[in-house]
């Protein structure tokens, strides 16, 4: 099942910018909806925009047991409390048109200042990763499939897993970053980081060229990809960001200063080539692929 990244829009108010983003997450867990506003606010974040604000769709399928829809509501109501952001609508609706639950989450909010573009992007500018890549994802995989990991991995193992769902709100380091100057933000999500650094080569019109052994993975990720035969740079990272910067050393060193995971993996180039070096390897990014979550989605047991 495809799903749907975040998408902005804005619209000029005087001397103010009305921003909004909406995500829509599917899956079987109850949780689903904290990915949804993960997204959405961390987007509204890149642009700078406050007064956030949060309005929400379930979807649930008409097969499925009613009890999914409070636990479903109650979740995402609780994420909003700890994100601070006012939950303005939450509509419940059963629908014979979806074939696994849905949460859509609009956010909206206001801000004075624009986004450098990034076809702004000039050659020799470093790219800084933050947080883990493909750790929201692997956060999914533990929620759909807790009965087969806990027959597989050690309860302190899942235990650890869980200690690491903070890390999808990247609220602190995108205001650490715009701090420093930077402009350039863009999320990790649908694709995996593949994707998304050819996705910015092309915005950028510049080449780039990554270390593959500077990006940064967590093991209990690799574990789990591994038990489902997963490729973790083609698996969504809600939190994890690529930014550009003149200096990265500088940057991800304020960022690690903070507690946030950082480093600079690579830098843009005068060229088109999408190069990534493993060691001696070279290879090139290919177009994005489909997310390595929706091997999992797709073939979740229903919850009837």
């Not at 869980?162 to 999320?187: C, H, P, T, V, Y």
Request: aromatic share 4%.
């Amino acid at each position: 099942m495809k799903e749907s990244g975040p998408k902005t829009m804005s619209t000029d108010i005087q001397t103010m910018r009305a921003v909004s983003a909406t995500s829509c997450i599917g899956g079987q867990s109850k949780e689903i909806g904290a990915y949804a506003l993960a997204e959405a606010l961390n987007e509204l974040a890149a642009e700078g925009a406050e007064s956030l604000k949060a309005q929400v769709r379930i979807l649930i399928p008409e097969a499925h047991r009613s009890s999914r829809l409070p636990a479903v509501q109650k979740e995402m109501e609780k994420a909003c409390r700890e994100q601070g952001v006012p939950l303005l609508s939450i509509h419940q609706y059963k629908t014979p048109a979806a074939s696994l639950p849905l949460v859509a989450v609009t956010c909206t909010g206001i801000t004075e200042r624009t986004v450098q573009p990034a076809d702004a992007a000039e050659p020799g500018g470093e790219i800084v990763l933050t947080g883990w890549i493909g750790l929201a994802g692997m956060l999914r995989i533990a929620e759909e499939r807790e009965a087969e990991l806990k027959e597989r991995f050690a309860p302190a193992f899942l235990k650890q897993i869980e200690a690491f769902r903070d890390n999808i709100f990247a609220g602190k380091a995108i205001r650490i970053a715009r701090g420093s100057g930077i402009r350039i933000l863009r999320q990790i999500t649908e694709g995996g980081i593949f994707a998304v650094l050819w996705q910015l080569s092309k915005e950028a019109g510049t080449g780039i060229d990554i270390d593959m052994k500077k990006i940064s993975v967590r093991q209990e990720t690799i574990e789990v990809c591994e038990n489902y035969r997963l490729n973790p740079y083609q698996l969504t990272s809600t939190g994890s960001f690529l930014m550009l910067a003149a200096d990265g050393k500088e940057l991800a060193g304020e960022l690690r200063r903070n507690g946030i995971e950082a480093a600079v993996i690579g830098r843009t180039t005068d060229n088109n080539d999408k190069v990534i070096r493993n060691g001696e390897e070279i290879r090139y990014i290919d177009r994005p692929a489909p997310d390595e979550i929706n091997k999992i989605i797709g073939h979740t047991k229903s919850g009837n």
